[in-house]
């Protein structure tokens, strides 16, 4: 069983940047599919960004495409959230998740970008974004 937990949150201004890091305990993550997602106040779970458990293949959001990036290192056995060009809609709490599935798939139910996928979550991390 993996433990994550996430951070690197923060407050930042309209076009800034930052990178969110996601450390994992007692497991490995080349041994899951990682996934990023956030949820703002109100609003339900939403998917942001996935890397596949063989590490050759992202998955982004449209929302977040040309503007952020899923990557992972397994010596620091860590996954990382690269943010640019921030938004004040970006204002979310980003939490991370790993799955044990193997597939790669998106747009349908239990697909990369389905919250009900993931099998382990972290506590999220603040990012606040101003105008």
């Known amino acids: 069983q993996v433990s994550l937990v996430e951070s690197g949150g923060g407050l930042v201004q309209a076009g800034g940047s930052l990178r969110l890091s996601c450390e994992a305990s007692?497991?490995?993550?080349?041994?899951?599919?990682m996934g990023w997602f956030r949820q703002a106040p109100g609003n339900e779970r939403e998917f942001v960004s996935a890397i596949r458990r063989s590490g050759d293949d992202t998955y982004n959001a449209d929302s977040v495409k040309g503007r952020f990036s899923i990557s992972r290192d397994i010596g620091a056995n860590t996954v990382y959230l690269q943010m640019n060009s921030l938004k004040p809609d970006d204002t979310a709490v980003y939490f991370c998740?790993?799955?044990?599935?193997?597939?790669?798939?998106?747009?349908?139910?239990?697909?990369?970008?389905?919250?009900?996928?993931?099998?382990?979550w972290g506590q999220g991390t603040q990012v606040t974004v101003s105008s």
């Open positions: 007692g497991d490995t993550v080349s041994t899951y599919g």
């Open positions: 998740a790993a799955s044990r599935s193997g597939s790669w798939y998106q747009g349908v139910a239990g697909g990369n970008d389905d919250p009900r996928r993931y099998d382990y």
